[in-house]
């Protein structure tokens, strides 16, 4: 209980962007693409993914925003942890969720995406809210909980 008189606690600052990055995986090998130039973040590599529409799960976001960006469709299949990161454009929470393409082999994929091998994901530049995944995923046992 608040003592009376207490002022409720507020916070001033905005709320987080919810995002939803597609982790996708193929025999060792994973999907990336680079960020174009005029947006936050230009230049750097990244997962296929965006934001989370109201009413939409981040599991639902990855599988959208994959097959939006890549032409490759995808199935949810786990999840690694997600991350609160502060940028100089804004908060921004990135739920990363372990996907598995639906057919095999892997369909080819256009500039700026493509896939690398997961030894190789250290020669790219991610943001920084990536460094714990990239490291999960370039150690032994990259599959996320249910994949």
Same mark, same amino acid.
């Given at each position: 209980?608040?003592?009376?008189?207490?002022?409720?606690?507020?916070?001033?600052?905005?709320?987080?962007?919810?995002?939803?990055?597609?982790?996708?995986? =193929?025999?060792?090998?994973?999907?990336?693409?680079?960020?174009?130039?005029?947006?936050?973040?230009?230049?750097?590599?990244?997962?296929?993914?965006?934001?989370? %529409?109201?009413?939409?799960?981040?599991?639902?976001?990855?599988? %959208?925003?994959?097959?939006?960006?890549?032409?490759? @469709?995808?199935?949810?299949?786990?999840?690694?942890?997600?991350?609160?990161?502060?940028?100089?454009?804004?908060?921004?929470?990135?739920?990363?969720?372990?996907?598995?393409?639906?057919? =095999?082999?892997?369909?080819?994929?256009?500039?700026?995406?493509?896939?690398?091998?997961?030894? =190789?994901? %250290?020669?790219?530049?991610?943001?920084? @809210?990536?460094?714990?995944?990239? %490291?999960?995923?370039?150690?032994?046992?990259?599959?996320?909980?249910?994949?």
């Amino acid at each position: 209980m608040e003592p009376i008189g207490a002022m409720p606690e507020t916070s001033t600052a905005p709320p987080a962007t919810r995002v939803a990055v597609a982790v996708v995986e =193929d025999h060792g090998r994973f999907l990336i693409g680079q960020r174009p130039p005029g947006i936050p973040l230009a230049g750097l590599w990244e997962f296929p993914g965006g934001k989370i %529409r109201p009413g939409e799960t981040p599991e639902e976001a990855a599988e %959208r925003e994959c097959l939006e960006e890549t032409g490759v @469709a995808v199935r949810a299949c786990g999840a690694y942890p997600t991350v609160v990161e502060q940028y100089a454009h804004g908060r921004v929470e990135v739920s990363f969720i372990a996907c598995r393409m639906e057919r =095999d082999p892997a369909p080819p994929v256009c500039p700026p995406f493509l896939w690398v091998a997961a030894a =190789d994901l %250290r020669r790219y530049e991610f943001p920084s @809210a990536n460094t714990a995944l990239l %490291r999960r995923l370039t150690g032994a046992g990259a599959n996320a909980d249910g994949c």
